[in-house]
């Protein structure tokens, strides 16, 4: 029994000849599509900037699908290697610029903007859960192909340069989608819950993994239906919209990591619906 496991968890990567990759778009916040040479018939550990980066194998061979940083510099960058074997390579892809647009929200709890000195003891100890949350890997082929989480109008699209109360503050990290208090959320794909809590920016928050380093996040929830290691599956609803933490209304903050990184989630969604709806200045964000 244990060596037709075993024998199956070799034979696995073979199955994914159909694998559907995201949106590629070498841009900061977005994807790199970087094919690998093979070696040995192996699969090697891909690190970009110190974080795990998915490797999937297709019919064209292996392919590292790498997540951009919005803060990444445009010109060569590159994906360290390490095979089974020991041996080591460098891979480079290039980054091209993408100017964002700018968006100003006004807040009229002033505490979301300059917290206080326990919010900002409480923030910090939540971006260490939050890193470790984002660190998680998993051995399960990811499903790159996502469904809308929600039903309803984008109101901030991903990447925007933001300012609240007119102070300049991180860009957006996903995609608001605007929701009535209540609304179901359902996973985009197969997944297993992650994480769950209640954080001072993002409010009531649930993370799910999707294999290797693709993870999603949901925030600002009225209602969390589950728990931390359960298994969901695509369409399965796990909590409902809410205007919790930092926000002007109600609305679900998207958001799809690769190797720790936000990117686009427009990239993971097949085209049923135009991605670049105009973002308004001053909806929910
Ligand atoms: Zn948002």
Same mark, same amino acid.
């Given at each position: 029994? +244990?060596?037709?496991?075993?024998?199956?968890?070799?034979?696995?990567?073979?199955?994914? !000849?159909?694998?559907?990759?995201?949106?590629?778009?070498?841009?900061?916040?977005?994807?790199?599509?970087?094919?690998?040479?093979?070696?040995?018939?192996?699969?090697?550990?891909?690190?970009?900037?110190?974080? /795990?980066?998915?490797?999937? &194998?297709?019919?064209?061979?292996?392919?590292?699908?790498?997540?951009? #940083?919005?803060? $990444?510099?445009?010109?060569?960058?590159?994906?360290? *290697?390490?095979?089974? !074997?020991?041996?080591?390579?460098?891979?480079?892809?290039? @980054?091209?610029?993408?100017? %964002?647009?700018?968006? %100003?929200?006004?807040? =009229?709890?002033?505490? =979301?903007?300059?917290?206080?000195?326990?919010?900002?003891? /409480?923030?910090?100890?939540?971006?260490? @859960?939050?890193?470790?949350?984002?660190?998680?890997?998993?051995?399960?082929?990811?499903?790159?192909?996502?469904?809308?989480?929600?039903?309803?109008? *984008?109101? !901030?699209?991903?990447?925007? /340069?933001?300012?609240?109360?007119? +102070?300049? /503050?991180?860009?957006?990290?996903?995609?608001?989608?605007?929701? $009535? =208090?209540?609304?179901? *959320?359902?996973?985009?794909?197969?997944?297993?819950?992650?994480?769950?809590?209640?954080?001072?920016?993002?409010? =009531?928050? @649930?993370?799910?993994?999707?294999?290797?380093?693709?993870?999603?996040? %949901?925030?600002?929830?009225?209602?969390?239906?589950? &728990?931390?290691?359960?298994?969901? &599956?695509?369409?399965?609803?796990?909590? +409902?919209?809410?205007?919790?933490?930092?926000?002007?209304?109600?609305?679900?903050?998207?958001?799809? %990591?690769?190797?720790?990184?936000?990117?686009? #989630?427009?990239?993971?969604? $097949?085209?049923?619906?135009?991605?670049?709806?105009?973002?308004?200045?001053?909806?929910?964000?």
């Amino acid at each position: 029994m +244990q060596t037709f496991l075993a024998l199956f968890v070799v034979l696995m990567p073979l199955s994914l !000849s159909a694998m559907i990759l995201p949106a590629e778009r070498t841009v900061p916040g977005g994807i790199a599509l970087v094919p690998l040479k093979t070696l040995h018939d192996a699969v090697p550990t891909v690190t970009f900037n110190g974080s /795990r980066v998915a490797v999937v &194998e297709g019919s064209e061979g292996l392919t590292a699908v790498v997540g951009i #940083p919005l803060w $990444a510099e445009t010109g060569k960058q590159w994906l360290d *290697i390490r095979w089974p !074997s020991g041996e080591r390579a460098r891979q480079s892809f290039t @980054v091209s610029s993408k100017d %964002y647009e700018t968006q %100003y929200i006004t807040l =009229k709890d002033e505490r =979301k903007v300059d917290p206080l000195p326990e919010d900002l003891e /409480r923030i910090s100890r939540e971006n260490a @859960v939050t890193g470790q949350v984002l660190s998680t890997w998993n051995e399960q082929p990811p499903d790159f192909t996502l469904t809308y989480p929600v039903e309803g109008p *984008i109101s !901030s699209v991903y990447g925007l /340069r933001r300012f609240f109360n007119n +102070q300049p /503050r991180s860009p957006h990290s996903g995609l608001d989608i605007a929701a $009535a =208090k209540g609304t179901p *959320i359902r996973a985009p794909a197969d997944g297993t819950v992650l994480y769950t809590g209640d954080f001072f920016f993002n409010g =009531k928050v @649930v993370y799910l993994g999707h294999g290797q380093s693709l993870i999603t996040m %949901y925030c600002h929830m009225d209602r969390i239906n589950v &728990e931390p290691g359960e298994h969901i &599956e695509r369409g399965e609803v796990i909590g +409902q919209v809410g205007a919790t933490g930092r926000v002007t209304g109600p609305h679900l903050h998207w958001g799809v %990591y690769l190797n720790g990184t936000p990117v686009d #989630p427009g990239l993971f969604v $097949a085209q049923e619906r135009p991605r670049s709806w105009p973002p308004r200045a001053r909806g929910p964000m």
